[in-house]
């Protein structure tokens, strides 16, 4: 069986193509849709991508305006789950803007890692790197800022935070690379496939 990841070693993140760039936008933010929240479009057995998708939007997509567009639409999600009753105001606090910053993170660590990617197996190590860093930074951002500034916990303190991390992160780490890693091996194989068609080799 064929290699999925081509032999080419150039780097052809972010997308170009209008056509690639308006199906992983769309396909992205049907991921959010699906999996964030409770709603009428979301799927319960699936862990939220919202990480994951600011991840990819920030490697796959060059247009900076695509990052306020996602963020409209995650606040735009969470407003309307609110609304329909299917969750409470737990997390819609003061501290909710930290998740602008927390998903800049996401953002800015794709597009990190868009200058670092190599199309063949060697980039695997790079993409495990930037997704542990980035993630780190994510979740010190986001859960930092809801514990320590939502309210929600009078007695907050470092320690207290502190023993959190293993309760949270490690799955909220999972979850990113699961997603992250399960769109690459797409975009591997789709990769693949157009390269096979160009150089007119039987699929």
């Not at 699906?34 to 057995?45: I, K, L, M, N, P």
């Not at 606090?93 to 670092?116: C, D, E, H, K, M």
């Not at 190590?125 to 809801?146: H, N, Q, W």
């Not at 207290?160 to 979850?175: K, N, V």
Request: charged content about 10%.
């Amino acid at each position: 069986m064929s290699n999925p990841l081509p032999a080419a070693s150039t780097a052809v993140l972010p997308l170009e193509s209008r056509q690639a760039l308006i199906a992983t936008g769309a396909s992205l933010a049907l991921l959010m849709i699906c999996t964030r929240g409770q709603h009428f479009a979301s799927v319960d057995a699936l862990p939220s991508a919202s990480w994951s998708v600011f991840f990819l939007v920030g490697a796959l997509l060059r247009p900076v305006w695509v990052f306020p567009a996602f963020f409209v639409l995650s606040s735009a999600l969470d407003l309307g789950s609110l609304a329909l009753g299917r969750i409470t105001d737990w997390c819609l606090s003061p501290a909710y803007w930290a998740l602008a910053l927390a998903y800049a993170a996401l953002w800015l660590g794709g597009r990190a890692y868009a200058r670092l990617h190599r199309d063949h197996w060697g980039t695997v190590p790079r993409l495990a790197l930037v997704l542990l860093a980035t993630s780190v930074v994510t979740y010190l951002i986001s859960k930092g800022g809801f514990y320590f500034l939502s309210g929600r916990y009078p007695d907050a303190s470092l320690a207290g935070f502190i023993d959190r991390i293993p309760q949270y992160y490690p799955r909220a780490l999972g979850t990113l690379a699961g997603y992250v890693g399960l769109a690459f091996v797409v975009y591997a194989l789709a990769r693949s496939l157009v390269l096979r068609q160009r150089s007119g080799a039987p699929a």
